[in-house]
């Protein structure tokens, strides 16, 4: 069965992994989301993984993103230099599986003292671009463990940076002293937005973090708050570095829902226009897009 005939696309994460089967058209028949990440693969099976993906999805050839093609997954394919568009994506293609199974390449930033990577979000950006989802000329954030800032000119992707804010959270909500006060779940609000203002006007990160702690031990502030205060506190910071690329014009941002809502929160507060865009649609329009060059 060829690539027009339908095919199964997977965006395959670090501890994740997302599978669509897509029929001729770019129809989305079908869907699954587990923990199979590639750290959760053992030496030698992505084979045996991969089989398990046609099981549940069909005997479909195969386009795959994200950290799959990173050093640690099943084939490496190397980056991108930008500035990268969908014809370079499309000329990099590692196929781990000749004409069957295609591993789409990262992007990184090579330029002077400026090193960056991405893999995966590249293919949320460029089908975006593909769906009209966002314009030639774009500032995206898109926010997830490793939040990304990216820049497009003219179509392709020229620059970007990457901000730690998801990592840093997760391990101060599973690992620091902060630890019992960030159990409850960050949401926009007041407290929320004014973590952010704090962080994106000040330089003090590190003494505010600890200051979470004191402020409620001195009864300055509600337990209930301080998860929204931190998260505020790091987006605000994140933003500061970001809006760098984007000194002016709407930001649009791209990904979960979970997390698009909250950096848009943080750019009214900030006084920036945003917008939202769903990761997901964009992915598949990227795999359509890609799948198209391949017939």
Not at 151 to 162: A, N
Not at 194 to 219: M, N, P, Y
Not at 264 to 278: M, P, V
């Amino acid at each position: 069965m060829g690539w027009a005939e339908g095919f199964i696309a997977v965006d395959w994460g670090t501890t994740n992994r997302r599978g669509y089967r897509l029929e001729p058209g770019g129809t989305l028949a079908d869907r699954f989301e587990d923990d199979r990440g590639i750290l959760s693969v053992p030496a030698g099976g992505f084979p045996e993984a991969v089989a398990e993906i046609r099981a549940r999805l069909g005997d479909r050839p195969m386009l795959l993103a994200g950290m799959v093609g990173s050093n640690r997954g099943w084939v490496e394919a190397p980056y991108v230099a930008c500035p990268a568009g969908f014809a370079d994506l499309a000329e990099r293609l590692i196929w781990a599986e000749s004409g069957r199974s295609a591993i789409v390449p990262g992007v990184c930033l090579d330029r002077g003292r400026d090193a960056d990577v991405m893999r995966g979000e590249e293919m949320q950006i460029l089908g975006a671009l593909a769906a009209g989802m966002i314009a030639p000329d774009a500032i995206v954030c898109h926010p997830g463990t490793h939040n990304k800032w990216i820049r497009l000119e003219g179509g392709c992707i020229t620059r970007f940076r990457t901000v730690m804010t998801g990592e840093i959270y997760n391990l101060l909500r599973e690992h620091s002293i902060l630890a019992d006060l960030l159990a409850g779940p960050a949401e926009p609000g007041e407290a929320f937005s004014e973590g952010v203002s704090h962080g994106f006007e000040q330089d003090d990160l590190t003494a505010e973090l600890f200051s979470v702690r004191a402020r409620f031990l001195l009864g300055k502030a509600r337990r209930e708050d301080m998860s929204s205060y931190a998260s505020g506190l790091l987006i605000g910071a994140d933003l500061k570095v970001g809006l760098r690329l984007a000194p002016e014009g709407e930001v649009v941002i791209m990904g979960r829902p979970e997390l698009t809502r909250l950096y848009r929160a943080a750019l009214d507060a900030c006084g920036r226009a945003g917008r939202e865009a769903d990761g997901e649609q964009a992915f598949l329009a990227g795999a359509n897009k890609l799948a198209e060059l391949l017939r």
